[in-house]
């Protein structure tokens, strides 16, 4: 067997086993809670997976990715709040679309600037987003939110929308993985490393950039949209530049040069919060702390460390 096939087939059995895992959770789980948390787990890998698309393969800082899941969120809750809750699905189709045109309106100016003028520059749509969902209390509920978001027919049920949620996200997240290990991923590779090459060799870089920010910004809105039947819920924290900076942490944490990196890296962050916050008031401080030292120990991130460790014992057992 040749070593491309060994690597497909290991990334495969991989991929297999994490889809297992998360399909016995309601099998094996002895509360509801426990489902509502791998649910969690799973949205916010794919928060994380879609905006480490432009960072961790791009380059392209974003703190303002928390405005598209926001309004992925918004568009169910809304929809639902005004039409009926007969709107939820349609909702998230129309929510995914908006964000796709916002984001692709948007791009067309954030994109024209680099490095931390690009980072503020979303920062700064987000903020604005945020700002007119807090005031708009008529239309939106303001601080307040939106409440009693309930899936229609048998997606009222827990379990099938978990399965739902996984289903969803697992197909998302190999499109993601698909795009990026294509020659669009490369080129976006080759944007992050020399852009100036790129444009040598007859690729648009800008428009490339503008292709991975609208398709990280749609996976985004696609994870918000889907949250709001989780939590039967939305606020407006939900378009905050902390969500935003939520997301950042989850990617380091996990590796933003390992594509499953940002999924590790939210599981740990959402079991973390999960087990502290059960049991202390000042979960905010421990948690921090731990992060912290998982970073320093970890600076290639979890899985980053775990592949070099791996290539080092692979290196002894050869020098034997």
């Known amino acids: 067997m040749t070593n491309l ?21 309601p099998v094996l789980s002895t509360s509801s809670y426990q489902v509502n948390l ?4 799973l949205i916010w890998s794919l928060f994380a997976v879609s905006f480490n698309m432009l960072w961790g393969v ?8 928390a405005l598209y899941y ?3 969120a918004y568009s169910v809750g809304l929809m639902v709040e005004h039409l009926g809750r007969q ?21 067309l100016l954030v994109i024209r600037v680099g490095g931390v003028y690009f980072t503020m520059l979303t920062l700064a ?14 239309f939106t509920g303001g601080d307040d939110g939106i409440q009693g978001i309930i899936p229609p027919g048998i997606l009222e049920s827990g379990t099938v929308y978990y399965y739902f949620v996984l289903a969803v996200v697992m197909l998302s997240i190999w499109v993601l993985k698909r795009m990026a290990f294509s020659p669009f991923g490369l080129v976006l590779r080759c944007v992050q490393q020399n852009p100036d090459r790129v444009r040598f060799l007859g690729r648009r870089v800008r428009r490339n950039q503008l292709r991975v920010y609208v398709i990280s910004s749609l996976f985004s809105a696609l994870a918000g949209s889907l949250m709001a039947g ?25 590796g933003i040069n390992q594509f499953f990196g940002p999924f590790v890296g939210a599981t740990v962050i959402i079991l973390i919060e999960d087990l502290v916050g059960a049991h202390t008031e000042y979960w905010s401080l421990i948690i921090g702390i731990i992060i912290m030292v998982i970073v320093l120990v970890f600076p290639k991130g979890v899985v980053g460390e ?15």
Not at 38 to 41: K, L, P, Q, T
């Open 5 to 25: 096939a060994t690597r497909n087939l290991k990334a495969a059995s991989l991929w297999a086993l994490i889809v297992l895992i998360f399909v016995l959770v």
């Open 38 to 41: 791998a649910c969690h787990v």
């Open 58 to 65: 791009t380059g392209m800082l974003s703190l303002g990715q």
């Open 70 to 72: 926001g309004l992925g």
């Open 87 to 107: 709107w939820y699905l349609p909702a998230m189709g129309m929510g995914v679309l908006a964000a796709a045109a916002l984001a692709l309106l948007l791009g």
């Open 125 to 138: 749509f987000a903020q604005l987003g945020w700002q007119i969902t807090f005031k708009w209390y008529d």
């Open 230 to 254: 989780v939590d039967g819920s939305i606020h407006t924290d939900m378009l905050f530049w902390t969500t935003s900076g939520e997301v950042i942490l989850m990617s380091v944490l996990g």
């Open 306 to 320: 775990a592949m070099r460790a791996k290539s080092l014992l692979t290196k002894t057992g050869a020098g034997r």
